[in-house]
């Protein structure tokens, strides 16, 4: 009794903080939303049964969407006495620095979201859902697993930038929902920011995908989003058979979809035609009344929620200076113009271009942020940058094609082992001490080693390849164009990144 005679009064002095950094346009998109769900719950007494699920990454428009529908729930039960319960649930991954889990926590404080009974704030480790804490530890397994990937993937396509860091990232993004959607009885409805234009065209590429595979996508359509995301398990166990090869079964396991159940059916609630997700036009609800902070880790060039696109312009570094031998600054520099483009393709304010690349000023600021690089690749995936290095080769897919040339310009010592190598990658020979430096120079173990060694690196110029048809659907890629220093020809390379 108590507590719904305070809440609606509590609440009111929380909307009345929050209404002051809404614009006008976000206090409209507040009435229209609880609106649309007090119709989709069946009435205003039907509210405090229905609950509503945001996927929260931890960036600066998840954060701006979270405090958006904070703000709906609170007004409903402002005006109406009744809301609806609200599950924020955040994904972590290896690629996720502290300094987001920090933004995480403020936001929460802000919108008063901790010990609010109608509220879970949830976060999803792979199969592992655990309430929200600031400096919950991030577990292991789940590290070996992103690490295991992003090598995996690294390998097969020479460091591209995408297909390394993103494509088993957005299978787990898949498996992810799946969880947070259906956990404990599930939710009724999903937010999301997409408009019903893009949500359609995004589940028609999938069931193609799907389709192309031989995947029985017409059980899929009718299944609607337990179906989309049965689609995405078997293309998702397609990915890594064509990635690790046979024998990994266990790998593959882990990485299954989760797609539900029939105890629950959510639907999505699309809030794209009632907002504006131009950081500008919400700048001070972000950084004052949020306090969400742009900081070295928890800001790389598109993204806010990640650092992974500061190892993507490494990689790019890293290639020039090695595998190409120019200069560790030309290659930034290409990525940088990349990362320009993209940055104002998504229409990011030109602070936030200038924020991004302000680090990368100077031969200084671009040193200083390969040590950066190097010491969050250690502590995120437990990579060294002679295992970035070799990676930008590929020396071990096509049957070691490219191994020679590695081992000459980075391990010359190791010249009188390549035959010997070769016969170890082939599963010809055993020999611990060369295994051994093959597990420490690539960061694999020699099951992983040879199955690189049996398969191709991915022809991105033909659609035979799954690898390469997801690559070549994603607009996150732009051409780079270099001079080779013995020729001095000009090469052109379409690059991916964020």
Known sequence: MNIAVTLPATDAVLLGKLNRYLSAVDRSAVVTLGERLIAAAGGIDALPAYKLLVAYGGGKDSS?????????QLQLNVLHGQ?????????????????????????????????????EVLVVDHQQIRPFERTLPFPQAVRDINRFDVLMNGHRTAGDGRPTFCNSCNLAVADFYGRAAWWQ???NAVVTGDSRKEQKHYFTWIMRLAERLGLDVATCRREGFRGLLQALDGVAQHYFVELFGEGFDQQRAERRVASGSASADPQFISIYDLVSY????HWELITEFLDFRFEELAFSFTESDCANPMLMAHFRGLKAQYVQGRSYHQGIDEYLELAKALMHKKEMPERLIQLALAPYRDAQGKDARRALANRFAAEAFGLDECQLICLQFAPFVDRGRALSRYITLCHPQRLGDVQRLHQVLAGDLE????????????????????????????????DRSLIARVRAGDPHKGRITHQDPVSGAQVVELVSGR
């Open 185 to 187: 009885g599930g939710v």
């Open 431 to 462: 020999d611990p001490a060369l295994s051994l430096w093959l597990n420490q120079v690539s960061g694999l173990p020699l099951t992983a080693v040879r199955s690189l060694y049996a398969h191709d690196l991915i022809d991105f110029n033909s």
């Open 64 to 72: 701006y969407t979270v405090s958006l529908i904070r703000a709906v």
């Open 278 to 281: 131009r950081v500008d036009d």
């Open 83 to 119: 809301t609806f319960q609200l599950r924020i649930a955040n994904m972590r991954h290896a690629g996720v620095p502290d300094a987001v889990m920090a933004n995480i926590d403020r936001v929460y404080r802000a919108l008063n979201l901790y010990d609010d009974e109608r509220v």
